[in-house]
């Protein structure tokens, strides 16, 4: 595998083996940290991520509501780029806050990796909750949703060296920057 600091490291390679990272991190493996961030580029390669992501996100918006109907559209798209941007940056506050800078790349590379097993998770629980009862339905969606912020809360703790309690602050910042996007896409939206 080649070296952080290794030249050469194509963007091919460092989405493959972000795919690797995030089948890795989803499983709870922190080995997958390895695979998040090849070069010093791979941060900003890591934001492939949110392209690969686009079509379940879409998926996963369309068979919850019509959101994506007519003119929310654009709307939906530009929070959708929006979550993938605000929290990086915000997270970088949180990051030289805890005295963790200098590991805040592989942070953002991981993150961003992670969200790929996240929305394959979402994305199935939204295509089984449309066939199954509401009930079973909403504890499957729950379920995902709790294994999402697991996800995040482990992506955090293990990439940045840090402590439980502090990995939640991570966790509570990105859903605090969720809801406020989700709120705003609302209300230009709707």
Do not use: K
């Amino acid at each position: 595998m080649p070296r952080l600091s290794a030249p050469g490291v194509s963007t091919e390679e460092q989405v493959a083996a972000g795919v690797r990272a995030a089948g890795l991190l989803a499983m709870g493996r922190e080995e997958g940290l390895r695979y998040a961030l090849l070069s010093m580029e791979g941060t900003a390669r890591s934001f492939w991520a949110g392209a690969i992501c686009l079509l379940p996100f879409l998926l996963i918006r369309s068979l919850g509501n019509d959101a994506l109907l007519g003119a929310g559209l654009p709307v939906e798209l530009i929070g959708y780029v929006l979550g993938w941007v605000a929290f990086p940056l915000a997270s970088l506050l949180l990051v030289d806050a805890s005295g963790r800078g200098p590991l805040w790349p592989l942070f953002v590379a991981a993150w961003n990796w992670a969200n790929l097993a996240q929305y394959a998770v979402l994305l199935l629980s939204t295509l089984l909750g449309s066939v199954l009862p509401p009930a079973l339905a909403g504890l499957l969606t729950l379920a995902s949703f709790a294994y999402a912020l697991w996800m995040e809360w482990f992506v955090a703790q293990r990439a940045l060296r840090i402590s439980g309690v502090r990995a939640g602050l991570f966790v509570l910042l990105d859903i605090g920057l969720g809801l406020l996007i989700a709120t705003l896409v609302g209300r230009i939206g709707g």
